[in-house]
């Protein structure tokens, strides 16, 4: 074997698996001081690119005889992270998720809990603003929006003989 080869066999075998894998070896990573190294990630950088991204949540909409129903998939959103917001005809839906830590311990390293997002929809006129309700369970937020009175489908009373 050349003195080129080994030299460079010894040199990836010390800095770590450049793909991005876990540290094999039991000294800390020289980066971070962490037991393991993301060479594919630098955490600073990581945390400076969600923080200046919003997520546009994935949304179903169902609608009946007497309004719409909105699905919103918020995964780690607390209700106190959740802000609902009609203006005129404009609906919008901003959320910041959480990390919860258990107490006691401290996260060495995030990228999933830093998640913001943010969706704007223009409502129909059909559509009673006054009367909005929402719940969220389990990271999904459910909208009711009822059509208005005179959107709503009635029957019409037939006279004569």
């Known amino acids: 074997m050349n003195t080129h080869t080994s030299t460079t066999a010894t040199a990836s075998r010390q800095a770590g698996n450049a793909s991005g894998s ?75 998720a959480a990390l919860s830590v258990p107490e006691g311990l401290q996260s060495s390293h995030t990228e999933v809990g830093l998640a913001r997002f943010r969706r704007v929809f223009t409502l129909s006129k059909e559509l009673d603003t006054e009367n909005v309700s929402a719940e969220l369970t389990q990271g999904v937020l459910t909208l009711r929006i009822p059509k208005a009175a005179h959107a709503q489908p009635r029957r019409i009373k037939i006279s004569g003989g």
């Open 22 to 96: 876990v540290s094999q070896g039991k000294e800390p990573a020289p980066e971070t001081g962490r037991p393991w190294a993301d060479t594919a990630r630098q955490p600073k950088q990581q945390a400076q690119r969600y923080a200046q991204t919003t997520l546009t949540p994935p949304v179903d909409v169902v609608e009946d005889s007497n309004g719409i129903t909105l699905y919103a998939d918020l995964p780690g959103v607390p209700k106190d992270n959740l802000k609902l917001q009609v203006e005129a005809d404009t609906l919008t839906i901003e959320a910041e």
